[in-house]
């Protein structure tokens, strides 16, 4: 028995195509080729950004294409990639954790004009408090705000909602790197580090 069929809009273009398939293989299944904004198809590169909108819902929702399956009248936009984040600093900068806090302002100072909007808490396809990272590391708690951030995909849909140009998943990845950095690591990997160091375990190098 053949699958039921949905019509849905992708990029202006009306499509039917499969239920079961995702927006990103409806286009495929339609003859389109898109290659930009497509990547791992798995939910984690966050590069397949859409804005969706459902039938009879006002709301318009970002979501990640190869995520999203098509309902009867979905309409769907893939996203173009935004402008890289202007944001620049080394770890090895810091010498010690006391300077975290400076340095963070100094990478971040636009982050005391958080307009507290939501925008970006609204935009994120993974459900991740945004805005309240951003207020955490603006009050300098790392800790917490690394660990809000640790479902991020990085698919950039926060920064180019932001009114502030405040660039809230690198606030995010800020956070998650300093706290890798001035911790220690996981027993894993200290573990294994160590038996490495003990010659306990072969290390192939020949590939
Ligand atoms: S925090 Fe920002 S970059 Fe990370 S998944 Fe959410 S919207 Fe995407
Ligand atoms: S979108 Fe920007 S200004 Fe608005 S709450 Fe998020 S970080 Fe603050
Ligand atoms: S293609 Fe990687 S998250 Fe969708």
Not at 128 to 141: D, N
Request: proline fraction near 4%.
């Amino acid at each position: 028995m053949s699958e039921k069929l949905v019509n849905v809009t992708i990029n202006g273009k009306k499509i039917s195509a499969p239920a079961s398939l995702s927006a990103v293989q409806a286009f495929w299944h339609a003859g389109y080729t898109r290659v930009e904004g497509i990547g791992c198809m798995e939910g984690v590169c966050g590069s397949c950004r859409v804005m969706v909108r459902r039938v009879n819902k006002k709301e318009v929702r970002m979501q990640l294409g190869c995520q999203t399956f098509i309902e009867e009248g979905m309409q769907i936009i893939f996203l173009a990639f935004p402008a890289p984040t202007h944001h620049a600093y080394q770890l090895s900068d810091m010498k010690n954790s006391w300077d975290v806090h400076s340095q963070f302002h100094k990478t971040f100072p636009e982050t005391i004009d958080c307009r507290v909007c939501g925008g970006c808490t609204q935009s994120c396809p993974k459900d991740i408090e945004v805005q309240r990272g951003v207020e955490l590391a603006a009050k300098g708690k790392f800790r917490e705000a690394g660990e809000l951030f640790i479902e991020c995909v990085m698919c950039n849909l926060c920064m180019t909602a932001c009114p502030e140009h405040i660039a809230p998943n690198h606030v995010g990845l800020f956070c998650r790197r300093v706290m890798a950095y001035f911790h220690l690591r996981p027993a894993n990997l200290i573990t294994r580090l160590e038996e490495l160091r003990q010659g306990e375990m072969d290390v192939r190098t020949d590939n």
